[in-house]
DNA sequence: AACTTTTATGAGCATAGCAGCATAAACGGC
DNA sequence: GCCGTTTATGCTGCTATGCTCATAAAAGTT
């Protein structure tokens, strides 16, 4: 009887994880940190996000702790702090490929 | 390498995925058919939402695939249909923990 | 201190998504 | 057929959030 009645702050604060990475800009720059660090222009120019877009996406991603920074002078860089991300989106990512080959299973049965 | 610049398209896959489970009602739902299929009525009276809500947010978990139904008469009987929510969950949860003991050991030190 | 570079933030706009009300649609019983 | 029950859906308002522009803050240089 796995996750049996969770109780309302615990379903808000799995919500509210899950509205980080409900976000295809979030989920880039996650992507993007994972080859690496690196520091914001790089980021800029690998997006082309704008810089203010970037810094805000960043400073939630921080405030979760899945990602963290350090100076170089005046310059941050920026990397991915957590491997969580990672498998969860490859379990996702995983179940929308065989939901998707099932469907095409499906087709060709009709 | 893992998820080595992921496609645009992928990336808003994965984020409508994760977007689906940023709702702490849809949640609780899919949290109630996992102790069990019920129908509708059932439903209402466990999480006190009105029947339109719940109905809004049963298709969508449907068109997912995360819930399905059958009918019984004139009521639907919901089901859970994936274990996968169930995992991401604990994922989070069981980081979410390690997050807060983090924290505490800080307070702690400082 | 003044100036440059880099990042963060306040203000405003546009849009997406939730929540409720009313109503339509599906199903069964008569 | 009509009526009651259950579920889905159109419409509406509202809130939250993404995104941009402009500007402030932080850090280094001279």
Redesign the pocket.
């Known amino acids: 009887m796995a996750l049996a009645a969770p109780s309302p702050q615990l379903l808000d604060e799995l919500a509210?994880f899950f509205?980080?990475l409900?976000?295809?800009?979030?989920l880039q720059l996650l992507c993007e940190l994972k080859q690496g660090p690196c520091?914001?222009?790089a980021l800029?120019e690998r997006t082309g996000?704008?810089?203010?877009?970037?810094?805000?996406?960043?400073?939630?991603l921080?405030r979760a702790g899945l990602v963290s920074?350090q100076?170089d002078?005046?310059?941050?860089?920026y990397r991915a702090e957590d491997a969580l991300v990672d498998d969860l989106c490859e379990l996702v990512q995983t179940r929308l490929r065989t939901r998707l080959e099932s469907q095409l299973a499906q087709l060709g049965k009709a």
């Open positions: 509210q509205r980080l409900s976000e295809p800009a979030r520091d914001v222009a800029i996000f704008s810089q203010s877009h970037i810094s805000r996406q960043l400073s939630q921080q920074c100076r002078g005046v310059r941050l860089i």
